[in-house]
């Protein structure tokens, strides 16, 4: 697959750092706005990653026809080490251009925040709401 070659911005790049050392934030969404993929919005709060995953659809909040990205911290707040999955949300609704652009990208993102945040969880595509749903990120894990 080709991809986007699209460049982090240093605000999205520095809240992902900051995250790093701080476990009340348990998502952070992201968007393409022109050749950057930039910072959108951080969220906290949440007890384990279901129920963070569980507040995306509302918290970010996902639009019907515009896709982004979230990275979602898999472990409970106050880990050693923070491991990331990344969540992309690409709904059918989206100009087919846009849903190129975001698939193309996923692994040059992943690569820029640091391949190793992302290497304990699969990719989780969501494309309309029925997706929003926990138990099925844990079947995609699963295989």
Same mark, same amino acid.
């Given at each position: ?42 969220? %906290? @709060? ?31 707040? @106050? ?23 975001? %698939? ?38 699963? @295989?």
């Amino acid at each position: 697959m080709a991809r986007a070659h699209l460049a982090v911005d240093v605000e999205l790049a520095n809240s992902f750092l900051a995250a790093q050392s701080e476990p009340a934030v348990r998502w952070i969404a992201a968007t393409v706005k022109g050749e950057a993929v930039c910072l959108l919005k951080t969220g %906290s @709060g949440a007890a384990d990653a279901a129920a963070a995953f569980g507040e995306l659809a509302t918290g970010v909040p996902l639009a019907k026809d515009e896709p982004c990205f979230v990275v979602l911290a898999r472990e409970a707040p @106050g880990a050693a080490t923070r491991k990331w999955q990344l969540v992309c949300w690409v709904p059918d609704a989206a100009a087919p251009r846009l849903k190129m652009l975001y %698939s193309s990208s996923r692994e040059d993102l992943k690569t820029s925040l640091g391949a190793g945040f992302f290497a304990s969880a699969k990719d989780y595509c969501a494309n309309d709401a029925a997706d929003l749903d926990w138990a099925h990120v844990a079947a995609a894990e699963a @295989g």
